[in-house]
């Protein structure tokens, strides 16, 4: 575990549903926090003075290491937290158990149900009328004025359809998870007197969608749906419960990059394998790298000396405004490139 005195971090904004996921998590599993709220749209100064390209939300700093993706950020903690009295753990216990957590996961995040959930957001949601986050989330898809966009071999349906479409996404992951996992009437996922991570990969994106008003009510409802709804309300019940014992402070960017810079590092410095990527390239500790996502957001590439790389994770070294940070991230959907 981390000295205690090292500092946890996290950048969000309120809107974020994969903010959202990580607090949840955090609050479940008794680990404090502090957060650096951050814009809805670049440009995010505070998260540049760390030293950070990335432009995508949440960001947690543990100490000077910076993780990227909310799926190694869960991974992280869980590693650099292992279970204890104080921090129950929340991860499966058995094989079974483990597959059924990743494989929620992979359908939250993989299967394209996030950007259905994007075309489902209200229509009076009043971000959706300014230019300048409009103008923002083009960038996060790679497109920018003056430049070819990325091309589209299935530009999918036309404005028209693309509501009812995700509608149909949405509703038919809900079905799958109304007539399973939760048929039996059970509380929770894995059959555990408590949410566990399995709940919270699975229930994360649908909560949003229900405080954000994303629901099309003859389509999804209570009625239609009620074992997930139930399911919603006692774990959104829980989480506020637990919050009250123990509230985030919110601090400052300024204050955040000190803390940041003033600490230690939450990891051992690791190596650089003989995997694929590093071997083509020809890769070794201290060469200069880019690495970036390859989905969305990947005009934005953080530059630095190459610390470690296995087949999980890369960490590079960066320079900050008042010293360097380490910046890690996840293989899964990012590339990593000779500088």
Known sequence: MPSQDLPIILYHYMFSPVGRRIIWY????????????????????????????????????????????????IRKLEELYPPSAAHPSLS????????????????????????????????DFPPLSDPDFLKDRAELAGIVPGKIPPPQTNPGPGAKLERPTAAAEIRDAMELLETTLLADGRDWVLKTDRPMLADIEAVWLFEWML?????????????IFPKIFAWIDRLSKIIKEKAKTSPAEEIKGDVAASKIFDSGYAER????????????????????????????????????ALVSLNSKEVVIEVEGENGNIRVH???HKFAVEAA
């Open 26 to 73: 955090m609050t479940l599993r008794n680990i404090p926090y502090t957060h650096c709220l951050q814009p809805l749209a670049l440009p995010r100064p505070d998260i540049a003075r760390i030293g950070v390209s990335y432009r995508r939300i949440p960001i947690l700093a543990i100490g000077r290491d910076i993780y990227l993706d909310s799926r190694l950020i």
């Open 211 to 223: 405080s954000m008003g994303s629901f099309p009510p003859d389509v999804i409802s209570p009625e």
């Open 329 to 331: 991230a996840p293989r």
């Open 92 to 123: 499966g216990k058995t094989g079974d158990q483990r597959a059924i957590e990743r494989l929620l996961d992979v359908l939250m995040s993989d299967s394209g149900i996030f950007n259905n959930a994007i075309q489902l957001l209200p229509l």
């Open 269 to 304: 410095e690791g190596v650089v394998e003989n995997e694929l990527v590093a071997t083509v390239q020809g890769l070794k500790k201290g060469d200069l790298v880019s690495v970036y996502p390859t989905d969305n957001g990947f005009l934005h590439k953080d530059t630095g």
